[in-house]
């Protein structure tokens, strides 16, 4: 079973442009959740989609968006970058309904904004 | 406020000893409660969940109610423990998960 895959690995943007990410989960699961990983705070969670619906949403600006396709495929939007956008962008996917808790999660998308 | 507190940024231990991570919780309702771990150039994985009681990789963790507590124990540390490890509480499937901010263990040889 192929495991989260998360498009590009790596990234290097400058101030002011846009970026997108994408997020191919599991085969099966309809859970797609997006973290902001940093040395300084940890795990942050952005939002969570759940059949093509935004089902959960952290505290973070709205230059950050996302969406999630019918194949359950996500994909994350930041406009506007900012240097403090500079991290590892974690998606995780779950079956979401019954099963709480496990996450599989991708090897990110790590981000540098100059 | 729901919350998720690990104490400890960084915690330093000799190989063959003792490891305890700690995890806080705090939640009014029936907790679900979970470790995760992230080797060095990993994915972030599901370490154990106390629902299971299971022990992964000779780790422990036992959810203590009166406590609000779920640390994660190992009796004897290996080098390759070496890790991120993430403390995380479950409201329920509708809901994302609340993590702690992580502590990073190192096993020194």
């Known amino acids: 079973k192929a495991g989260v895959t998360q498009t590009p690995r790596y990234l290097i943007k400058t101030r002011g442009q846009q970026v997108t990410l994408s997020c191919s989960p599991i085969s099966g699961h309809r859970s797609v959740s997006w973290y902001q990983q940093t040395p300084g705070q940890g795990l942050q969670f952005l939002f969570e989609y759940f059949s093509e619906t935004q089902r959960n949403k952290g505290n973070f600006p709205g230059r950050f968006s996302g969406r999630q396709f019918s194949n359950s495929r996500s994909e994350m939007n930041v406009s506007t970058l900012e240097l403090g956008d500079s991290a590892l962008y974690l998606c995780?996917?779950?079956?979401?309904?019954?099963?709480?808790?496990?996450?599989?999660f991708g090897e990110g998308s790590r981000l540098t904004v100059l | 406020a729901q919350r998720v507190t690990q104490p400890e940024k960084l915690l330093s231990v000799f190989k063959g000893a003792p490891v305890e991570l700690k995890c806080n919780y705090s939640y009014s309702g029936s907790p679900e409660l979970f470790w995760y771990v992230q080797y060095s150039r990993q994915r972030l994985q599901l370490l154990l969940r106390?629902?299971?009681?299971?022990s992964i990789k000779g780790f422990t963790a036992d959810l203590n109610k009166g406590e609000t507590s779920f640390h994660l124990k190992k009796p004897f540390a290996q080098e390759e423990d070496s890790a991120m490890y993430y403390c995380?509480?479950?409201?329920?499937?509708?809901?994302?998960?609340?993590w702690g901010a992580g502590t990073k263990l190192i096993i020194k040889p």
């Open positions: 995380a509480l479950s409201r329920g499937s509708n809901y994302q998960l609340i």
């Open positions: 106390h629902i299971s009681r299971e």
């Open positions: 995780a996917s779950s079956l979401g309904g019954a099963i709480t808790g496990e996450l599989f």
